[in-house]
């Protein structure tokens, strides 16, 4: 079984629309985030939920909004996309204070044109 | 601030050379740190953790708290081992308790 699943696993869209992405994780986690990996493999943090409760917002623009029904799931809402959007977008998710570290999904790469 | 520096962005090596990944991280406390792997086009993977002192898949990291560094070493490289490679901190406290701070990461190319 899956531990981290994203879908979809690609994404093209074009300029203006509006995406989901969604994540899911099946390992009782209490934490869950959102990462932007850009052209440069550079991993940013863009959100965290624990336990359904938004812990970290970086400095993202408010196009993007995370939900998270539950603490085994939390999506991404992407308004007016824009070509700089294109990214591999990874949710990952981890138990705070065990100190596994993370588990990631395998990750949603978008592509705006 | 910068909290995990890995100076090189790309690094190639021979097929049975020995491959040592640079990382230094800035934080005063106990801080918590990992090496995460990336495949070609898939997800990162726990490769290594500091406190588990464990080898994978060849690869051995000592936290060295004077020098502030967590290089990851392997004696022979093989070509499987080219990926993309993520130095990561966690801290052990406050209101950032369990998130992750990525370096910006090293290419690595084993040539045949």
């Known amino acids: 079984d899956t531990a981290v699943s994203q879908t979809p696993k690609y994404l093209v869209t074009q300029m203006g629309n509006d995406k989901s992405i969604k994540c899911e994780q099946n390992l009782g986690h209490d934490t869950m985030y959102w990462y932007k990996q850009d052209s440069k493999k550079f991993l940013k943090i863009m959100f965290s939920?624990?336990?359904?409760?938004?812990?970290i917002n970086e400095t993202v623009p408010n196009r993007f909004s995370p939900k998270s029904p539950d603490k085994a799931h939390l999506n991404l809402h992407i308004n007016s996309l824009e070509l700089g959007d294109s990214a591999v977008y990874f949710c990952?998710?981890?138990?705070?204070?065990?100190?596994?570290?993370?588990?990631f999904g395998s990750g949603t790469r978008l592509t705006v044109v | 601030a910068q909290r995990v520096t890995q100076p090189e962005k790309l690094l190639s090596v021979f097929k049975g050379a020995p491959v040592e990944l640079k990382c230094n991280y800035s934080y005063s406390g106990s801080p918590e740190l990992f090496w995460y792997v990336q495949y070609s086009r898939q997800r990162l993977q726990l490769l290594l953790r500091h406190i588990s002192r464990e080898s994978i898949k060849g690869f051995t990291a000592d936290l060295n708290k004077g020098e502030t560094s967590f290089h990851l070493k392997k004696p022979f490289a093989q070509e499987e081992d080219s990926a993309m490679y993520y130095c990561?901190?966690?801290?052990?406290?406050?209101?950032?308790?369990?998130?992750?701070?990525f370096g910006r990461g090293t290419q690595l190319t084993v040539w045949p």
């Open positions: 990561a901190l966690s801290f052990d406290r406050g209101s950032t308790l369990g998130r992750l701070y």
């Open positions: 939920y624990n336990n359904k409760e938004l812990i």
């Open positions: 990952a998710s981890s138990q705070v204070g065990a100190n596994y570290g993370y588990t």
